[in-house]
């Protein structure tokens, strides 16, 4: 698989809902799809999310992208599948406060993945097309990764953010990006802190023209607005 294979799947499901434009949201590996599909078709999007991740190896150099790629397939490569080390990525991607049940839903997500297809989407992360052109995109973007996220750490994703922000005034355009860290999260903050990523994602949407109708704001983002009032 190549990335345009990936974007042409984006469009085809498009195609399918009768969607004329789209809020892409991408998760980890999901975020540099999005990514790389806001390069290409950056005049359809509404709405750019972006957790846990942007740039992967795009921006790497060809020996780190190659040591990535090569590490990850050492234990493929002796037969063992997804299966047999989800254990161990678990430890990696997992924040210190994820419950038990979180960890075992983690790890049962990482042993369904054929190795085939694992290996299909390594080779792919490792392969890019591009680096990315920041100035290109024309829509509101959200950034936001997990305060024990050791995959995408908040220093390493505010400053992709700052640069996100930089390229798009440079070129004219409003920097419109917003940089988010979910507490006590790891690397899937959807899944540790699901609250505080749903709270974050309906004010993102909410502000955006078309998509959140008849829009009531969370019990968490109530909450937070009245901190914030006391505040003020």
């Given at each position: 698989?190549?990335?345009?294979?990936?974007?042409?799947?984006?469009?085809?499901?498009?195609e399918?809902?009768g969607?004329?434009?789209?809020?892409?949201?991408?998760?980890?590996?999901?975020?540099w799809?999005a990514?790389?599909?806001?390069?290409r078709?950056?005049?359809?999007?509404?709405?750019?999310?972006l957790a846990?991740?942007?740039?992967?190896?795009?921006?790497?150099?060809?020996?780190e992208?190659?040591?990535?790629?090569?590490?990850r397939?050492?234990?493929l490569?002796?037969?063992?599948?997804?299966?047999?080390?989800?254990?161990?990525v678990?430890?990696?991607?997992?924040?210190?406060?994820?419950?038990v049940a979180?960890r075992?839903?983690?790890?049962?997500?990482?042993e369904s993945?054929?190795?085939?297809?694992?290996?299909?989407?390594?080779?792919?992360?490792?392969?890019?097309?591009?680096?990315?052109d920041?100035?290109?995109?024309?829509?509101?973007?959200?950034?936001?990764?997990?305060?024990?996220?050791?995959?995408?750490?908040?220093?390493?994703?505010r400053?992709?953010?700052e640069?996100?922000?930089?390229?798009r005034?440079?070129?004219?355009?409003?920097?419109?990006?917003?940089?988010?860290v979910?507490?006590?999260?790891?690397?899937?903050?959807?899944?540790?802190?699901v609250?505080?990523?749903?709270?974050?994602?309906?004010?993102?949407?909410?502000?955006?023209p078309?998509v959140?109708?008849?829009?009531?704001?969370s019990v968490?983002?109530?909450q937070?607005?009245?901190?914030e009032?006391?505040?003020?």
């Amino acid at each position: 698989s190549t990335i345009d294979d990936y974007c042409a799947d984006i469009l085809r499901v498009m195609e399918v809902q009768g969607a004329s434009r789209l809020v892409l949201a991408g998760l980890s590996y999901g975020s540099w799809i999005a990514t790389s599909f806001a390069m290409r078709h950056s005049d359809i999007l509404t709405g750019l999310i972006l957790a846990g991740g942007c740039t992967g190896m795009s921006e790497a150099d060809p020996r780190e992208r190659e040591n990535f790629r090569v590490t990850r397939e050492v234990p493929l490569n002796a037969g063992q599948t997804p299966s047999d080390f989800a254990a161990a990525v678990v430890e990696v991607i997992a924040g210190p406060s994820a419950t038990v049940a979180q960890r075992g839903d983690l790890r049962k997500s990482m042993e369904s993945i054929p190795a085939a297809t694992y290996r299909d989407a390594l080779n792919c992360f490792c392969k890019p097309l591009e680096t990315f052109d920041f100035s290109r995109l024309d829509c509101p973007v959200l950034m936001f990764t997990g305060e024990h996220d050791k995959l995408a750490p908040p220093a390493e994703i505010r400053r992709v953010s700052e640069r996100i922000a930089q390229e798009r005034r440079a070129a004219g355009k409003t920097a419109d990006v917003h940089f988010e860290v979910i507490a006590d999260a790891g690397h899937v903050c959807n899944l540790e802190a699901v609250g505080d990523t749903n709270a974050l994602l309906h004010r993102f949407l909410s502000r955006l023209p078309d998509v959140a109708r008849n829009y009531k704001s969370s019990v968490i983002e109530r909450q937070r607005e009245k901190r914030e009032r006391i505040r003020q």
